[in-house]
């Protein structure tokens, strides 16, 4: 038969194709410290917006330490981010049927939480960034 030996050069062609090739984002380490008005800031979201990449994020832990991830990698997309913070209040909303009047306030200004307004920036390094300082202010 003819057709074995077409078919056999048809899945070559196409398994050689599959092979080899990684869908992996290069990232690098970005870990650091979240201070709002100088005092570590616990259980911050922070959110690195890279110019070109997936974002990566964290969660502050109770001394403002992060350590970013990124598509499940530890590590951020090397190069210049801008930055979000934001931090849910503890309040929790009233049980009495006024819930859809709550409004969770923030802890720190809301400017943070937007990457249209955010004024912070980080620049990682190829090789990562492991010092990283968020400082926000009013």
Do not use: W
Not at 24 to 44: M, N, R
Not at 62 to 87: D, E, L, M
């Amino acid at each position: 038969m003819k057709i074995a030996p077409a078919l056999c050069l048809i899945s070559l062609t196409i398994l050689s194709g599959c092979g080899g090739r990684s869908d992996k984002i290069k990232v690098a380490p970005a870990s650091g410290i979240v201070k709002y008005k100088g005092e570590p800031l616990a259980d911050a979201n922070i959110t690195f917006y890279p110019e070109k990449g997936p974002v990566g994020t964290a969660k502050s832990d109770a001394k403002g330490a992060f350590q970013i991830q990124t598509n499940g990698q530890p590590g951020a997309v090397p190069g210049k981010s801008k930055v979000t913070v934001s931090v849910a209040s503890s309040t929790i909303p009233p049980s009495d049927g006024r819930a859809h009047e709550f409004v969770a306030e923030s802890k720190i200004p809301k400017k943070y939480a937007s990457d249209a307004e955010t004024d912070l920036t980080v620049d990682v390094a190829p090789a990562g960034s492991k010092d990283l300082q968020l400082n926000l202010t009013e």
